[in-house]
């Protein structure tokens, strides 16, 4: 069965280190979305991409980067981790289907990150 | 912009009872509009929708009807079960385009045997 993975699902890391959290999709999607969840704000769109090479800022994009080299994965990496990026983050994909957005979107199952 | 307004949470109910959360948007032109609901340890799933004025989406027991006059999308249950318990998510898309999602904040709802 086609599915979303997200590495690692759990991560403790120290403030100013580097951090890459992975996701890799098998559904073929064009489409990939990172979001992240926090109590009290729901779910913020950090960074997406429609395609190979193509990348898109969201709402809360700055402190973090993606980059689409192929139609399975968009790793975001966090560049110098800070305390409020401890979140948990949510790799989605969707395929645009043909005409308008079909809007489903098939999400992974998390990654919690913890930054000390 | 374009936005999704929900409830706050938490809301505990009994089982079998009956479940309304509301959920208003403001969007230009006619939005696709979601519920999505997470259970506990995962990641969002989607539950139904609605993609013009007066439809109806219907899942697991589950309705909301697409408003414009009122611009909302109130999820409904009659009767509850405690398999239930989750955080529940309004969202919405713009149907011209390929736009992302936007979220709500989420409504978390605890049901009680």
């Known amino acids: 069965d086609a599915e979303i993975t997200q590495s690692p699902r759990h991560k403790i890391t120290e403030t100013g280190r580097q951090v890459t959290l992975a996701c890799h999709q098998t559904?073929?999607?064009?489409?990939m979305f990172w979001y992240r969840q926090d109590l009290g704000h729901g779910l913020r769109l950090i960074h997406y991409?429609?395609?190979?090479?193509?990348?898109n800022k969201g709402e809360v994009s700055d402190g973090y980067s993606v980059s689409r080299s192929n139609t399975e994965d968009l790793p975001l990496t966090l560049e110098s981790a800070a305390s409020s990026q401890t979140s948990v983050y949510f790799c989605?994909?969707?395929?645009?289907?043909?005409?308008?957005?079909?809007?489903?979107?098939?999400f992974g199952e998390g990654s919690r990150l913890t930054v000390l | 912009g374009d936005s999704v307004t929900q409830m706050e949470g938490p809301v505990t109910l009994s089982e079998e009872a009956f479940l309304t959360i509301n959920c208003t948007y403001t969007?230009?032109?006619?939005?696709?509009l979601f519920w999505y609901v997470q259970y506990p340890g995962e990641g969002l799933q989607l539950l139904l929708k609605?993609?013009?004025?007066?439809d109806k989406g219907s899942n697991k027991g589950f309705e909301a009807t697409y408003r414009k006059e009122t611009t909302s999308f109130h999820l409904e249950k009659g009767s509850v079960q405690v398999s239930d318990s989750a955080v529940y998510f309004c969202?919405?898309?713009?149907?011209?385009?390929?736009?992302?999602?936007?979220f709500g904040k989420g409504t978390r709802l605890s049901v009680i045997a």
């Open positions: 989605a994909s969707s395929d645009p289907g043909t005409g308008s957005n079909t809007g489903e979107l098939f």
């Open positions: 559904w073929n999607h064009n489409n």
């Open positions: 991409s429609y395609g190979v090479q193509d990348t």
């Open positions: 969007a230009t032109g006619y939005p696709s």
């Open positions: 609605a993609t013009k004025a007066d």
């Open positions: 969202a919405l898309t713009r149907t011209s385009g390929n736009t992302p999602l936007v």
